[in-house]
C-alpha cells in the first residue's frame, strides 16, 4: 500500500474509533467503548478524571438512569505527529433524556430533563500492535443547558430505540451476520 493509501486507511481508522466511541456510550455497550481507549489511556471528561478502569466505571454509573442518549459527531481534523501518534480534535453535540440527579457539574433539577451538552474531544491516539487507540482524552466543553422533559409518546409500532441489547441496531446486525 502507498504512503498516501497508508494515511487515508490510517484517517478513516481513528474516524471509526471516534464513532465506535460515540455509539458505544450510546448503546451502553461498555466493553465497545473500553476498546476505544489503550489500557494505559487517561480521560479528563469534566467530573472525571483518570484512567480508562475508572472512567468505564464512572460513565457507566453515570448512564444506569440515563433513559436517551445520542452524540452526534461533527467536524474531525486528524494531525498526525508521527506514523502512530496523531492529535485529533472531535465536535461532538449529544442530547440525552436523564433524571434530573444525574446532570454534569453537580446541577441538579427535579424530574426527568433533556439535556444537551456540546463541545470538542481532544485526544491523543496512538497506533499499537496496527489499532489505533485513544491514549489521551480531555473534553473541551462549550455548553450545556437542560430543561423539563416534554415529550410526545412513540406510537405503538414504531421501531423503538433502547439502550441495550433489544435496540433495532442489534437485530438488522444479526440479520446481516454480524
Known amino acids: 500500500m502507498s504512503d498516501d493509501m497508508a494515511r487515508v486507511a490510517d484517517r478513516l481508522a ?9 455509539q458505544g456510550v ?13 489500557p494505559d489511556a487517561s480521560d479528563d471528561h469534566g467530573d472525571y478524571k483518570g484512567g480508562v478502569d ?6 457507566s454509573q453515570r448512564h ?21 501518534r496523531a492529535v485529533v480534535e472531535t465536535y461532538y453535540f449529544v442530547r440525552q433524556r ?42 473541551a466543553f462549550e455548553g450545556m443547558r ?5 415529550g410526545t ?3 405503538d409500532g414504531w421501531a423503538r430505540a433502547s439502550r441495550d441489547g433489544d435496540d433495532p441496531l442489534h437485530a438488522v446486525r444479526r440479520a446481516a451476520g454480524l
Open 14 to 22: 481513528i474516524q471509526d474509533l471516534m464513532a465506535t466511541y460515540a
Open 54 to 59: 475508572g472512567f468505564i466505571d464512572w460513565v
Open 146 to 150: 437542560h430543561w423539563p422533559w416534554q
Open 26 to 38: 450510546d448503546r451502553r455497550d461498555w466493553a465497545a467503548v473500553r476498546n476505544t481507549f489503550h
Open 64 to 84: 444506569a438512569g440515563i433513559e436517551q442518549s445520542m452524540h452526534f459527531l461533527g467536524n474531525c481534523r486528524i494531525e498526525f505527529a508521527t506514523e502512530t
Open 153 to 155: 409518546p412513540i406510537p
Open 98 to 139: 436523564s433524571p434530573g440527579d444525574v446532570l454534569l457539574g453537580g446541577d441538579r433539577a427535579a424530574g426527568e430533563v433533556d439535556v444537551e451538552i456540546f463541545g470538542r474531544y481532544i485526544d491523543i491516539v496512538e497506533k499499537r500492535d496496527g489499532a489505533w487507540r485513544t491514549a489521551r482524552r480531555t473534553v
